[in-house]
Nanobody, 126 residues
Framework: VQLQASGGGSVQAGASLRLSCAAS????????MAWFRQAPGKEREFVSTFSRTGGYKYYADSVKGRFTISRDNAKTTMYLQMNSLEPEDTAVYYCAASHLRLITSELRRGNNYDSWGPGTQVTVSS
């Protein structure tokens, strides 16, 4: 599956951005998608994803209450609504997809995702 993230930009603290991730190619309802990010000098970290059934949404503690993940009915486009952005949210944001049947404990691990988009830069200034 090919992934393309968009929607990044440079904003002031407190602003909002909406990221999109379009999936194409080998997409199916069994492909699991997630958002990750990597800040300068730091390791990649999990941001948000859905449960396998899609009925629950998971978030990193650092973004809980500010970010909202969603997707279209065809499950080929995923979104990340980011509100109340903070300078600490500055990072390259990646969407990722996995063809594995991940269990809940595996959803937050980047190594379990086999397809990655090129990322979109989000810069938040204070």
């Amino acid at each position: 599956v090919q992934l393309q993230a968009s929607g990044g930009g440079s904003v002031q603290a407190g602003a909002s951005l909406r990221l999109s991730c379009a999936a194409s190619g080998r997409t199916s309802s069994s492909v699991h998608m997630a958002w990750f990010r990597q800040a300068p000098g730091k390791e990649r970290e999990f941001v948000s994803t859905f449960s396998r059934t899609g009925g629950y949404k998971y978030y990193a503690d650092s973004v809980k209450g500010r970010f909202t993940i969603s997707r279209d009915n065809a499950k080929t486009t995923m979104y990340l609504q980011m509100n109340s952005l903070e300078p600490e949210d500055t990072a390259v944001y990646y969407c990722a997809a996995s063809h594995l049947r991940l269990i809940t404990s595996e959803l937050r691990r980047g190594n379990n995702y086999d397809s990655w988009g090129p990322g979109t830069q989000v810069t938040v200034s204070s």
